[in-house]
């Protein structure tokens, strides 16, 4: 590394903070861009950009930080009109798109629902939407729920997939616990494509336990790093951006789901991450 850039990532580092401590309201408007990495902003935006988005992730992955530490600093980089800029763009991709091959979970979901055993499915952190309202179309016998946790989104959800009348979406927070998110939560099928990424340790831990007598199956679908390996490792490593990479099924096993599974999917655009899909039964 050269000494000047040495100095222009020391000096990139500090902007970042000031903008973060100091600076609010251009706080917001840079990570207004957060979903896109900050792609469509001008170079000095961008060189902010990059210098704020690497001052949260030291605080979201310092060892000391609590799950609702993480939980506010994600808020301020996904919520609201980010969180309908993704679902937005995930919506203009369509379902199924060029990658869903490669992701072996979907396989999964309709052997599933062919074979009439799952009548209730519940997806969460589900985004635009788009995946779960292809698999309700589909199967207008069985009731789905798709759920997220920001208000903003879930309300734009109801409203763009209002015409199908087995799909409801709701607010559910994973990282706590509450009686009503219990009842949604109950189900013969749950799923995650991504999101659980987004989850520290300690949370997707927990969430993992608490679902076990409410979920009869449990699929995921997540990014992963390539050199990751989620079967030898056994501790969560930061992806940054607030994501990780999570031993997906140490996790569950530590949480008593049985008969748990792994397939790994590769799609040559994305040369240094690949796709994790793991399924899980309950045992109750």
């Given amino acids: 590394m050269t000494r000047l850039t040495h100095w222009n990532q020391e000096?990139?580092?500090?902007?970042?903070?000031?903008?973060?401590?100091?600076?609010?309201?251009?706080?917001?408007?840079?990570?207004?861009?957060?979903?896109?990495?900050?792609?469509?902003?001008?170079?000095?935006?961008?060189?902010?950009?990059?210098?704020?988005?690497?001052?949260?992730?030291?605080?979201?992955?310092?060892?000391?930080?609590?799950?609702?530490?993480?939980?506010?600093?994600?808020?301020?980089?996904?919520?609201?009109?980010?969180?309908?800029?993704?679902?937005?763009?995930?919506?203009?991709?369509?379902?199924?798109?060029?990658?869903?091959?490669?992701?072996?979970?979907?396989?999964?979901?309709?052997?599933?629902?062919?074979?009439?055993?799952?009548?209730?499915?519940?997806?969460?952190?589900?985004?635009?939407?788009r995946e779960i309202a292809w698999f309700a179309q589909r199967y207008p016998g069985v009731r789905f729920v798709g759920s997220d946790c920001d208000e903003t989104l879930v309300r734009f959800l109801r409203e763009h997939w209002k015409q199908l009348p087995n799909l409801k979406f709701e607010l559910v927070r994973l990282e706590k616990e509450s009686p009503r998110d219990a009842a949604l939560l109950k189900c013969d099928l749950l799923y995650a494509s991504g999101g659980f990424h987004y989850m520290d340790t300690a949370s997707l831990q927990r969430f993992f336990e608490r679902v076990k007598p409410l979920a009869a199956r449990l699929y995921l679908s997540q990014p992963m790093n390539r050199p990751y390996s989620p079967i030898t490792e056994s501790v969560s490593q930061g992806r940054g951006m607030l994501s990780w990479n999570h031993p997906y099924p140490a996790l569950l096993i530590r949480a008593g789901w049985t008969n748990v599974r792994v397939a790994e999917g590769f799609v040559e655009e994305w040369p240094h991450f690949k796709n994790v899909a793991v399924f899980a039964d309950s045992p109750s």
């Fill in 11 to 129: 000096m990139q580092s500090l902007a970042g903070k000031f903008v973060f401590r100091c600076l609010p309201p251009y706080r917001s408007r840079l990570l207004a861009h957060w979903t896109s990495g900050g792609m469509k902003l001008g170079p000095f935006e961008k060189w902010l950009f990059t210098g704020l988005s690497n001052a949260l992730d030291r605080r979201y992955y310092a060892p000391t930080a609590t799950t609702a530490e993480r939980e506010s600093i994600k808020e301020l980089c996904m919520a609201g009109s980010s969180a309908i800029g993704w679902a937005k763009h995930y919506l203009s991709l369509g379902f199924p798109d060029k990658h869903t091959p490669a992701l072996a979970m979907f396989a999964e979901i309709e052997k599933a629902l062919a074979s009439g055993v799952v009548r209730t499915v519940h997806q969460v952190g589900c985004c635009s939407g």
